[in-house]
């Protein structure tokens, strides 16, 4: 099975900007992909998705602070983020929407002053 391994969070300032990755051990190419978070306390909630051809949905929540994109090539996603609030503060995970797959690590992102 394909594993997801989440990497590029941190602490950074309210305001601040982020990208996050997502290397899979195996090809994804015709997969639809997704961005994923969870905040302490909360349930984990879609952030982005991106079709095979990288074409991208974002929720109301963040779309314009958001951008989702991918490197097949390299079976990586990605995510950048702008303008970070504290309620961004999250592990950020990726996966499969459709047919969800065994969750990574994450990464913690902390928007903090």
């Known amino acids: 099975q394909v594993q997801l391994v989440e990497s590029g969070g941190g602490l950074v300032q309210p305001g601040g900007s982020l990208r996050l990755s997502c290397a899979a051990s195996g090809s994804i190419r015709f997969w639809i992909m997704g961005w994923y978070r969870q905040a302490p306390g909360k349930q984990r909630e879609l952030v982005a998705t991106a079709s095979a051809s990288g074409a991208p949905y974002y929720p109301d929540s963040v779309k314009g602070r958001v951008t989702i994109s991918r490197d097949n090539a390299k079976n990586t996603l990605y995510l950048e983020m702008h303008t970070l609030k504290h309620e961004d503060t999250a592990v950020y995970y990726c996966?499969?929407?459709?047919?969800?797959?065994?969750w990574g690590q994450g990464t913690q992102d902390t928007v903090s002053s």
């Open positions: 996966n499969r929407p459709n047919s969800i797959i065994d």
